[in-house]
């Protein structure tokens, strides 16, 4: 299974609005509505941003949003903050049965605010 | 509060083994699946294994093509423990392991909702 390809990096000053892409085929991104967003800081333990596409863990801020069109999966941080600077791993449920791996990780997107 | 917390790591010969574990706390830890997430130095997160929750038998496991037939996840659920037994260890298999709650039973939701800090495993020799 090949990881879903995100930009390496993706910049913005504060107050802005950023979109990551996450692009997959139609046997995880396209197929499942089951994409999620982490935000990890180095050092740290990653965090669950944005599950089944588009939906918010308890704590999250509304300010982190998800889409998903065909294979490509969004996630949109807007009125940035210089706290959003971490790196971003989209994730995908690939079924099982017909891929290697149950989830597939993003490349990763490094997130600066200028 | 939930917890999750990674011990085991270390420095280890190529073709050596080790045993990781993962402690959790403040949940239902048997009704969970869960998994181990890794990542090597300077590259993102990669899905290393995971094993189904609420198991009354056989426990379901999947595992990475990189680490299938070298790599055993398990758990204990009475001790609320999460393991991954790795042998025949390689220099690419120098990571941060993470261990990770996913958000329902059978490893279908797409979705991780706790982390722990990791645990460091350096390959070499």
């Known amino acids: 299974q090949s990881a879903l390809t995100q930009p390496a990096s993706v910049s913005g000053s504060p107050g802005q609005s950023i979109t990551i892409s996450c692009t997959g085929t139609?046997?995880?991104?396209?197929?499942?509505?089951?994409v999620s967003w982490y935000q990890h800081h180095p050092g740290k333990a990653p965090k669950l941003m944005i599950y089944e596409v588009s939906k918010w863990p308890s704590g999250v801020s509304n300010r982190f949003s998800g889409s998903k069109s065909g294979n490509t999966a969004s996630l949109t941080i807007s009125s940035l903050q210089a706290e959003d600077e971490a790196d971003y791993y989209c994730c995908s449920y690939a079924d099982a049965r017909s891929s290697s791996s149950s989830y597939v990780f993003g490349t990763g997107t490094k997130v600066t605010v200028l | 509060e939930v917890h999750l917390l990674e011990s085991g790591g270390g420095l280890v010969q190529p073709g050596g083994s080790l045993r990781l574990s993962c402690a959790a706390s403040g949940f239902t830890f048997y009704h969970n699946a869960m998994a181990w997430v890794r990542q090597g130095p300077g590259k993102g997160l990669e899905w290393v294994s995971a094993?189904?929750?609420?198991?009354?038998?056989?426990?379901?496991?999947y595992y990475a093509d990189s680490v299938k037939g070298r790599f055993t996840i398990s758990r204990d659920n009475s001790k609320n423990t999460l393991y991954l037994h790795a042998h025949s260890l390689r220099a690419d298999d120098t990571a941060i392991y993470y261990c990770?709650?996913?958000?329902?039973?059978?490893?279908?939701?797409?979705?991780?909702?706790?982390w722990g800090q990791g645990t460091m495993v350096s390959v070499s020799s």
């Open positions: 094993i189904a929750g609420g198991g009354d038998g056989e426990t379901t496991t």
């Open positions: 139609s046997s995880d991104v396209g197929r499942y509505d089951l």
């Open positions: 990770a709650k996913d958000r329902g039973r059978l490893l279908d939701t797409g979705a991780l909702d706790l």
